[in-house]
C-alpha cells in the first residue's frame, strides 16, 4: 500500500525545511503589509496579486493560508504584538519613575511603533474593521489583551499610592475606544492635528483615568 507523502525535510541552499517555510510566510506577510496597508487595501487584493508582489506562486501561497483573510488576521496580531513590546519596553526603562512618566513613557512607545509605519496604522485601525465575524472577534480579544494591560498597570499604581484604587476596566475600556477611534480618524485626515497634539491629548485622558479629580481632591 502506497505510503503518505511527506512534506520535505532536507537542507537546500542552506536553509532546512523548516526555514524556507517561514522564509515564505514572512514574504506573503510583507507583501499583505504592503498591499493591505497601503494600496489597494485588503478588499481589492487577489490571491494572485499578493503572490505576484511576495515573488512567490499561488500555490505556494495556498500552502501557507487558507485565504486572505488568514494574512489579515496574521497581521493584525503582529501590529499588535509590535506595539505591546514597544511599551513593555518603555515600561521597563521608566522603572521606579512616577506613574505619571511611566503612563506616558509607555502611550509615547505604542503611538510611535504603531503610527510610524502608516501600514501598521491602517491595518490595526481601518483594514480589520467590518471584515468577518471571525476577525471582529479577533480585534475584541486583542482590545481586552490591551485593557488588561492598562488595568495591570493602574492596579500596580493604585497599590503604590500613585492612583485612585478602583476597577479600572470600564474607565480602560473607554480608553482604548478613545485611542482606536482617534487615530482612526487622524489616519484618515479628519482630525486636523499633528500627531504630537493627538498623543499628548490621549496621555492627558488616560492620567485622568487614573487620578480622577475626586481622588486628588481627597487627598489634599
Not at 505591546?84 to 509615547?108: C, H, I, K, M, N
Not at 475584541?140 to 492598562?150: E, V
Not at 500613585?162 to 485626515?189: K, Q, T
Request: neutral net charge; proline residues 3%.
Amino acid at each position: 500500500m502506497a505510503g503518505k507523502l511527506k512534506a520535505p525535510t532536507g537542507r537546500y541552499g542552506g536553509k532546512s525545511a523548516q526555514e524556507r517555510q517561514a522564509e515564505r510566510r514572512r514574504r506573503f506577510l510583507d507583501a499583505g503589509l504592503q498591499l493591505f496597508g497601503d494600496s489597494p487595501g485588503y478588499r481589492a487584493t487577489t490571491v494572485a496579486a499578493l503572490s505576484e508582489a511576495a515573488g512567490l506562486s499561488t500555490r505556494q501561497f495556498y500552502e501557507e493560508f487558507r485565504n486572505l483573510e488568514d494574512v489579515l488576521a496574521a497581521l493584525h496580531l503582529q501590529v499588535n504584538d509590535w506595539a505591546e513590546e514597544a511599551a513593555l519596553s518603555a515600561l521597563a526603562e521608566a522603572d521606579g519613575r512616577p506613574v505619571d512618566e511611566r503612563t506616558t513613557a509607555a502611550f509615547r512607545a505604542y503611538a510611535a511603533n504603531v503610527t510610524g509605519d502608516p501600514r501598521r496604522l491602517r491595518i490595526a485601525f481601518v483594514e480589520i474593521i467590518g471584515v468577518s465575524p471571525r476577525l471582529e472577534r479577533q480585534r475584541l480579544a486583542r482590545r481586552s489583551r490591551w485593557i488588561d494591560f492598562i488595568c495591570g498597570e493602574a492596579d500596580a499604581a493604585a497599590d503604590r499610592g500613585e492612583a485612585a484604587p478602583r476597577d479600572y476596566r470600564v474607565a480602560a475600556a473607554a480608553f482604548i475606544g478613545s485611542v482606536n477611534g482617534l487615530l482612526h480618524d487622524w489616519s484618515s485626515g479628519w482630525v486636523d492635528a499633528t500627531l504630537d497634539e493627538v498623543v499628548d491629548e490621549l496621555v492627558q485622558l488616560l492620567l485622568g483615568v487614573l487620578r480622577p479629580v475626586w481622588w486628588r481632591v481627597e487627598r489634599t
